[in-house]
């Protein structure tokens, strides 16, 4: 029988596998959000949220212990430890999100965006907008009112 074995393999072998998740886990880190197909993003949601949980308890050991699933990868273990872990002081679980997004135009994969829920992308850009327009508004003011006409 196969209880409690599911696995996400993804065609890969072990090794394969493990350095991928690891490299996924890094860069959701540092950029906070990737573009991947929804196997990769799912597989990667479950390794990267173990680690959240990990660095939520800052100490050494547990700053070894990242360092060692993440391959010594120490820009990561920074950020996952300094500005990642201490927003989910207070969060039981859940610290990622996958948002499927469609196939892929070459090859009909699925694919999906992995974020981090406290840093929303698409928030981020609307205000970015949102500043972006007022700013032009001001700017066009301000000529409007030098003009003479």
Known sequence: ???????????????????MLTNLAASL??????KTTTAKAKAARIFSEKLI????????????????KLKNKKKAVKV??????PQYTDRPGGYTRVVKLGPRPGDN?????????G?????KKKERAKKKEEKKEEEEKKRRMRTPG
């Open 1 to 19: 029988m196969r209880h409690r074995k599911k696995r996400f393999k993804l065609g890969r072998n072990a090794a394969h596998r493990q350095a």
């Open 29 to 34: 880190f540092k950029y906070k959000h990737i």
């Open 53 to 68: 949980t990990l660095a939520k308890n800052p100490s050494v050991h547990t700053r070894r212990l990242a360092l060692k």
């Open 80 to 85: 996952l430890f300094d500005e990642i872990a």
């Open 109 to 117: 994969a699925d694919m999906a965006i992995l974020e981090l829920v």
């Open 119 to 123: 840093y929303d992308m698409a928030t």
